[in-house]
């Protein structure tokens, strides 16, 4: 039995991994003749440190993830991806990522960029795609840097 995904979504956020989720996220909506929805999540928990709320900066950031999403679409779309899609949201990504966004655009298939923490850092805050494994209702892909160890 072959599984064709719909709708692909691709979570980035400039990072090298985030760069390798999405190089194949293109390459598996081009063979799956699929959309891809590509997201970006403004993690507003780091912003609620700021001493006092300044909308500018939210601005900011927005501006700043419809740039970088701009990119990843138009060069999805010249390699001859037919339907893409973007989406930018703040708040916690971890939620957002494996719930929310996935029920709103109909998303049958997740991909992230496997995250640099050491274990320390995972026990304390926390593997994003660890938690999308452990509670997404849809199919998770996980993408590894093959030349990077840990």
Avoid: C, W
Avoid at 5 to 22: K, P, Q, R, T, W
């Amino acid at each position: 039995m072959s599984q064709k995904y719909e709708n692909i979504m691709v979570a980035v956020d400039g990072s090298h991994e985030a760069e390798l989720a999405f190089e194949k996220g293109v390459n598996v909506s081009l063979r799956n003749g699929s959309k891809l929805t590509i997201v970006h999540v403004i993690d507003t928990r780091a912003l609620q440190s700021v001493s006092t709320f300044d909308a500018e900066v939210y601005e900011e950031l927005q501006e700043e993830a419809n740039e970088l999403l701009k990119g990843y679409k138009e060069r999805a779309e010249k390699v001859g991806v037919q339907n893409v899609v973007t989406v930018v949201e703040m708040g916690n990504p971890k939620v957002l990522l494996a719930n929310d966004i996935p029920s709103k655009e109909g998303v049958d298939l997740i991909m992230v960029g496997a995250t640099g923490l050491n274990a320390f850092e995972r026990l304390m805050v926390g593997s994003s795609s660890e938690y999308i494994l452990r509670h997404a209702k849809v199919d998770l892909l996980v993408v590894r840097d093959k030349d990077k160890t840990m």
